[in-house]
Every structure is written in C-alpha cells, then in structure tokens.
C-alpha cells in the first residue's frame, strides 16, 4: 500500500492534506490544512516533515493564502497578500532551505506573471490559478527526471 505525505485536494479553492508524520508509526492519520495557519501549526509542530515535504507544504500554502482574498482584489493586492503571508509561513521553520526556496519561488514567479500580464489587474483568481499551476508543473517536471 503506498501513501502519500502530502496531497492537494480539489481544484484551486481546494486544500492541503498531509500524512500527520507525529503520530507515525504508531497510527496513519490525516492532517487536513485549510487555512495558512493551519499549515503553519503543522509546519511548526513537525506534522510535516522532511526538507522536500516541507517545501511543497509551503509552496502549497501560498495557494491557501491566495484564496483568503476577497473576490474583488486586484492582482496587486493579490501580490502583496502573497508576500505577506510567505513571510508569515517563512517563520514556521527559521533554518528550512526548502521552505524559503519554494515561498521565494512562489513569489518570485507570481511577481513576474504580474509584470508580464498589466491587464490581469482585474481579479487574482488568475494569479491564483497561475501560481498553483506553476508550481504543480515545476513539481511534476521533477518527479519525472
């Protein structure tokens, strides 16, 4: 039986759900994180471990982040959301390399979508939708080679 450490659940209003690693190997239980808050309690109590793990809850969390926006928020104020809670997250774990390459990498690629789409100032959906794209592809690329 193979399990899974960490899963996004549904589409982009979705979630994160993790195999709660505290409770191993003792008892397999599921760790649902809905909020970024959540996310970071799990982070933060190690229910998420391991330096790759941790980097795709946190990337993963950015996309949590982006749904606590008000539907009618530009992408500005997406962008700066963003940043504020990917530094909220980068607090979690102070020495996680994975954690801060994968918020910056998040941040870094939705600051550059911003840059390159001016007239994508109307909603974040699409930032949203861009940055969990993004990041879902980046990490099937990496599975693959």
């Given at each position: 039986?193979?399990?899974?450490?960490?899963?996004?659940?549904?589409?982009?209003?979705?979630?994160?759900?993790?195999t709660?690693?505290?409770?191993?190997?003792?008892?397999?239980?599921?760790?649902?994180?809905?909020?970024?808050?959540?996310?970071?309690?799990?982070?933060?109590?190690?229910?998420?471990?391991?330096?790759?793990?941790?980097g795709?809850?946190?990337?993963?969390?950015?996309?949590?982040?982006l749904?606590?926006?008000?539907?009618?928020?530009?992408?500005?104020?997406?962008?700066?959301?963003?940043?504020?809670?990917?530094?909220?997250?980068?607090?979690?774990?102070?020495?996680?390399?994975?954690?801060?390459?994968?918020?910056?990498?998040?941040?870094?690629k939705?600051?550059?979508?911003?840059?390159?789409?001016?007239?994508?100032?109307?909603?974040?959906?699409?930032?949203?939708?861009?940055?969990?794209?993004?990041?879902?592809?980046?990490c099937?690329?990496?599975k693959?080679?």
């Open positions: 039986m193979r399990f899974k450490t960490l899963q996004w659940l549904g589409g982009i209003d979705g979630y994160l759900e993790l709660d690693q505290r409770k191993l190997p003792v008892k397999f239980e599921k760790l649902p994180c809905k909020t970024v808050e959540q996310l970071y309690k799990a982070i933060l109590t190690l229910a998420v471990r391991g330096a790759p793990a941790i795709v809850a946190a990337a993963f969390g950015l996309c949590l982040a749904a606590e926006l008000k539907e009618s928020a530009n992408v500005n104020e997406g962008l700066e959301h963003l940043k504020v809670r990917a530094n909220f997250l980068a607090k979690s774990r102070p020495t996680a390399v994975n954690l801060f390459w994968a918020l910056d990498r998040i941040r870094t939705a600051s550059a979508f911003v840059a390159e789409n001016p007239r994508s100032e109307e909603h974040t959906s699409e930032l949203q939708s861009h940055s969990f794209i993004s990041y879902a592809v980046f099937l690329k990496k693959t080679q």
